[in-house]
Nanobody, 120 residues
């Protein structure tokens, strides 16, 4: 069974950090582009970041550029999202997704999500 599982969410104060993990089972992430998305209550889902499978190119939404870092560890079949300098507006459910075309464009598999809450 092909599955993505996110972890690492939680409650953090403004200015704090969290590292989200996206672990794959049933398939190898090496050949997939992996994207992170988030959805806040009452808002549409938005793309946060993506990392390609070929040359490791990374992409970020303007709202997180300079604060978030995406990386992948193919040996662990896991992609990470390091989130620093968190703001209340980063509060959302965060999802990872895998794109078999490796283009950070159309995603075939999605995880269940992990809640991130930034609040004092």
């Amino acid at each position: 069974q092909l599955q993505l599982v996110e972890s690492g969410g939680g409650l953090v104060q403004p200015g704090g950090s969290l590292r989200l993990s996206c672990a794959a089972s049933g398939f190898t992430l090496d050949y997939y582009a992996i994207g992170w998305f988030r959805q806040a209550p009452g808002k549409e889902r938005e793309g946060v970041s993506c990392i390609s499978s070929s040359d490791g190119s990374t992409y970020y939404a303007d709202s997180v550029k300079g604060r978030f870092t995406i990386s992948r560890d193919n040996a662990k079949n896991t992609v990470y999202l390091q989130m620093n300098s968190l703001k209340p507006e980063d509060t959302a459910v965060y999802y990872c997704a895998a794109d078999s075309q490796a283009m950070c464009a159309q995603y075939d598999y999605w995880g269940q999500g992990t809640q991130v809450t930034v609040s004092s």
